[in-house]
């Protein structure tokens, strides 16, 4: 049986040859450290929390909770630790981030069937057989160049600058009206109530849009440019700015300066009022299935509590759930809507597996979790077996929307409006998950049966 390499021992690394190596598959795990570390690295230790030592929420009614129960039940070496590494925080699972990654490396050293090689790889075609490029986030830069040969070129990104993300069902349907800028200018010698019925109906227009008017919107202003931000790495810095400008920012440019630029109201009338809005936020849809909407133009450095608190002024988000925060910081990504399958393979390369932050999944029990896919999937193969995981499970949403075509791609953590929807509609936000966390688990469990994995 031919020998697996998995470049990379982060999270996502070390995920993939446990899997492997548990099913007594050979794996070769290249680590650079400790010759070589990246700028944000510490410790010489294996699977390194580098920012926060919080997993999120235990809970299964929490997308991220339910996406470690999954994990867990497929024999997760990441969530094993999180467990044995556990300190105090509430409903969130946090770790001791020293204890946690060293739990992991002595795992992963002790496997008789994982070979660690600590050799800083720059060139992918050095090595022979089937690869697993679970680099991070901060990928260096020469396999970065080697990659690239490989795909794409425009489908590399070097920073990830994502706005926030919001639920569909949170947002006040009252105020929110459809329509484009184009379309509603060709629109406005319809009479306002044939006008009205036409922008209400969804899939008349691309985007949803929420009207502020001077005072809504100067108070906006105000509290967006109090709201306090995440300080930046030096080594993200100059890749950030170069390449995007965060709404903070730009709103310190002066009281006027995002109506002139993501808050145009040129173009747009306010149904209620028939009349053009002061300033004007456009949401546009992030998935086909419409439950899930992009604040257009809203990349930020504010920290999440701030994000809540601020993006709920703006009319129609008083109650927004936040299905993920906006970001702005360096990280290596591929395309992978454009380039991957469902399995995590090249399309152009069937020997070439991506896993982690650079495959398009963001957060840590992400970046796990696609490892732990990856796995299964080579697994799968070397059996002359196929397998995808189920689209009503975490795993399975991850896995298709890192393979769906999207114009607008950037990485995704887990929510539940990835998720495939339930055939019945439940109204009550907590009722709704929880029915669909049974369902995700019922189907792991059935998945387990159907492809005879065993813990």
């Not at 090595?127 to 795909?151: C, F, N, Q, R, W």
């Not at 791609?409 to 998720?419: D, E, K, R, S, T």
Request: aromatic share 10%; glycine share 6%; hydrophobic share 35%.
């Amino acid at each position: 049986m031919e020998e697996i390499n998995v470049i990379g021992a982060g999270l996502a690394g070390c995920e993939c040859a446990w899997i492997l190596a548990n099913n007594n598959i050979k794996v070769n795990l290249y680590e650079m450290k400790p010759k070589f570390r990246s700028a944000a690295h510490n410790s010489d230790d294996f699977a390194e929390l580098v920012c926060s030592n919080s997993l999120k929420s235990e809970l299964i009614t929490n997308a991220c909770g339910l996406l470690k129960k999954e994990m867990e039940l497929l024999g997760s070496l990441f969530v094993e630790a999180a467990y044995n590494s556990k300190v105090p925080a509430g409903q969130a699972l946090a770790v001791d981030r020293d204890v946690f990654s060293s739990y992991i490396t002595e795992k992963i050293k002790n496997n008789k069937n994982i070979n660690i090689i600590y050799e800083k790889i720059d060139n992918i075609d050095d090595i022979k057989g089937i690869k697993v490029i679970a680099t991070g986030p901060l990928t260096d830069e020469a396999l970065m160049t080697s990659l690239s040969k490989k795909i794409e070129s425009d489908s590399l990104y070097f920073y990830d600058a994502a706005a926030p993300i919001v639920s569909r069902d949170s947002i006040d349907m009252n105020i929110a009206y459809w329509g484009d800028r184009y379309e509603q200018e060709r629109g406005r010698e319809e009479p306002i109530e044939e006008w009205k019925e036409r922008l209400s109906k969804m899939g008349e227009a691309d985007y949803l849009n929420l009207p502020m008017n001077k005072e809504e919107y100067e108070l906006f202003v105000k509290e967006l440019l109090d709201a306090e931000v995440v300080t930046l790495h030096e080594f993200e810095k100059k890749e950030i700015f170069e390449g995007c400008m965060p709404v903070e920012v730009m709103a310190s440019r002066g009281i006027d300066t995002l109506r002139f630029g993501p808050l145009k109201p040129v173009g747009f009338t306010d149904p209620r009022t028939g009349r053009r809005p002061y300033a004007n936020v456009q949401l546009r849809m992030e998935n086909k299935e419409g439950e899930l909407f992009n604040l257009v133009g809203f990349q930020t450095n504010l920290k999440f509590p701030e994000q809540k608190k601020v993006f709920r002024m703006i009319p129609g988000l008083e109650n927004a759930t936040f299905e993920r925060y906006g970001v702005m910081h360096r990280n290596s990504y591929i395309n992978g809507g454009k380039l991957l399958n469902n399995n995590f393979c090249l399309k152009k390369d069937t020997e070439l597996y991506f896993a982690g932050q650079i495959s398009g999944v963001e957060g840590y029990v992400e970046s796990a979790a696609s490892g732990m896919m990856v796995a299964y999937s080579i697994i799968s193969r070397i059996n002359n077996n196929i397998i995808e995981f189920p689209e009503d499970t975490m795993l399975g949403s991850l896995a298709k929307y890192i393979s769906t075509e999207n114009e607008n791609f950037q990485p995704m953590n887990a929510n539940f409006g990835i998720l495939k929807p339930l055939e019945k509609k439940i109204k009550d936000k907590k009722e709704r998950y929880t029915k669909l966390a049974e369902i995700s688990i019922q189907s792991i469990n059935e998945f387990k049966k159907q492809n005879y994995i065993n813990i």
